[in-house]
Structure formats: C-alpha cells, structure tokens
C-alpha cells in the first residue's frame, strides 16, 4: 500500500496562496491517478481536483475551478495543488489520495484506497 505525506497547509489571509505537496512511497506513483479532497467541520469530504498518471489530464471541482491548479512530479513522488485566491470557506483538512486504475474511472465521490493524514488549511477573513 502506497503511503502518502502531505505538507504545505497553515493560516492565510483571504485573497491568499498556498502550494500544498503530497509525497507517495515507493516505485509505482507514475502508474497512480492523484487526486486531493477537502473536508471541513461537519461536512462531507468533497472533490477538490485529480490528475492523470502521466500529468495530460486533470479536472477540478467546482470549488478549484479558475482558482487553482494540480500538478505532479514523477522524478519526485510528488502531486501538487496550488491555490489562489484563497477564501474562507475553502477552510478544511485538505487530504491527497492515490488510485491505481486509470484516470478515466476515478471516483470523485470516495476517490482512490490510499489516503495521507491530511493538512489544514485556515482562511482568514
């Protein structure tokens, strides 16, 4: 099982940027959509965006959308989320998950079976 360590979160202030890092182990990571979901007190984890195993394709939710942007580094295990213009609401753990299969199946409801613990992520208004 591939594990994953995320980095990068911390407090903000509105109208902010945060780049976050998600480290996988092991030699399989250019084989794995990557993908990073949120979840905020008493909500649901939503779908933040994926990216394809070779980086071609990426799609976001609607919360990402014209704001930020996934991108990946296979030389370093390594999937990114840069985000702009940070609000409030986009308060939240923010988790980065690994799936094997190919990008066309992700699941955007309950993502891949490897999850990392999570960074938090403070907006201030």
């Known amino acids: 099982q591939v594990q994953l360590v995320e980095s990068g979160g911390g407090l903000v202030q509105a109208g902010g940027s945060l780049r976050l890092s998600c480290v996988a182990s092991g030699n399989m990571f250019n084989f794995y959509t990557m993908g990073w979901f949120r979840q905020a007190p008493g909500k649901e984890r939503e779908f933040v965006a994926f990216i394809s195993h070779d980086g071609s394709t990426t799609e976001y939710g609607y919360s990402a959308q014209g704001r930020w942007s996934i991108s990946r580094d296979n030389a370093k295990n390594t999937v990114y989320l840069e985000m702009n213009n940070l609000k409030p609401e986009d308060t939240a753990v923010y988790y980065c998950?690994?799936?094997?299969?190919?990008?066309?199946?992700?699941?955007?409801?309950?993502?891949?079976?490897?999850w990392g613990q999570g960074t938090q992520v403070t907006v201030s208004s």
């Open positions: 998950n690994a799936d094997q299969y190919y990008y066309s199946t992700y699941d955007k409801v309950y993502g891949g079976k490897a």
